[in-house]
């Protein structure tokens, strides 16, 4: 989109757009208004992106606190059967007269 004449203005949207913007000495309503629709319609795709990526961080982020919850209950098990196993090996330890191992 050109503006006005006077000065050139390179404006880079994106990696592959690079606008030429001419500007007088005072930008005018309706100036503003056609950078602020260059600036929209270069920056929608980026927003959707940005929305696609958040959501896929937000299951991301439900999964990874359902193997946290996995975890700590196996953890949870498996302290209970080790000293459940340590008291039965005490337990052997002293009825055939062993010295206990640490």
């Avoid at 459940?84 to 090996?89: D, I, N, Q």
Wanted: glycine fraction near 2%; include cysteine; aromatic fraction near 4%.
């Amino acid at each position: 989109m050109v503006l006005r004449s006077g000065y050139l203005v390179l404006f880079r949207c994106c990696k592959r757009a690079v606008r030429e913007i001419y500007f007088t000495s005072m930008l005018t309503r309706d100036d503003l208004e056609q950078i602020g629709k260059i600036i929209k319609a270069e920056t929608e795709p980026i927003k959707k992106r940005l929305d696609a990526q958040e959501k896929r961080f937000d299951t991301l982020e439900a999964k990874i606190d359902k193997v946290q919850e996995t975890i700590d209950i196996v953890q949870n098990v498996m302290v209970e059967h080790n000293t459940k196993l340590e008291e039965r090996v005490t337990r052997i330890e002293t009825h055939l007269h062993l010295p206990h191992l640490e």
